[in-house]
């Protein structure tokens, strides 16, 4: 004697999915001579365990739970930096123990924040980012 279990179940109609866009940037960092700080094969890179990363709060540095993500893409390594929706937000970035780096960044949210989008982006007081060009930047370290 054996059970037999059947289920017919339609399947759920799936509708047009919303977009999320995450606020962030991408940072390739390099010297002046063009090598990569953040590939293992350079020497001298910046070290990822010792990148820390704080957000800015009416005055108050606040360091994040995550540090940012390395990524490789278009043959270069890149720091990962999700950014803050807010007006005019600033996040620091500590590299290396003696350097402290500061970005100001502008974001967008619609559609009950479905959307989020990074408008502007200034590192260390020079603007470096602009909605809609591709999410990369480089820094001369």
């Known amino acids: ?3 037999i279990i059947i289920s017919c179940k ?3 109609e799936v509708g047009p999915r919303n977009i999320v866009l995450a606020n962030g940037i991408n ?3 390099q010297n002046s001579a063009g090598e990569d700080l953040l590939s293992p094969s350079t020497p001298d890179i910046i070290a990822y365990g010792g990148i820390h990363v704080f957000n800015l709060i009416n005055g108050q540095k606040t360091e994040r739970r995550m540090n940012p993500e ?3 893409r278009y043959d270069k390594y890149f720091l990962s930096l999700g950014l803050p929706d807010g ?3 600033t996040t620091l970035l500590q590299l ?3 350097d402290m780096d500061t970005v100001v960044s502008i974001g967008y949210v619609e ?3 479905t959307v989020r989008i990074t ?3 200034w590192y260390n007081g020079v603007l470096k980012y602009t909605y809609p060009t591709w999410d990369t930047i480089t820094i001369v370290k």
Do not use: L, P, S
């Open 1 to 3: 004697m054996g059970i």
């Open 10 to 12: 339609k399947e759920a």
């Open 27 to 29: 940072i390739h960092y």
């Open 70 to 72: 390395i990524i490789y």
């Open 87 to 89: 007006e005019m937000d």
């Open 96 to 98: 290396t123990n003696a």
């Open 111 to 113: 559609g009950g924040g």
């Open 119 to 121: 408008k502007k982006v």
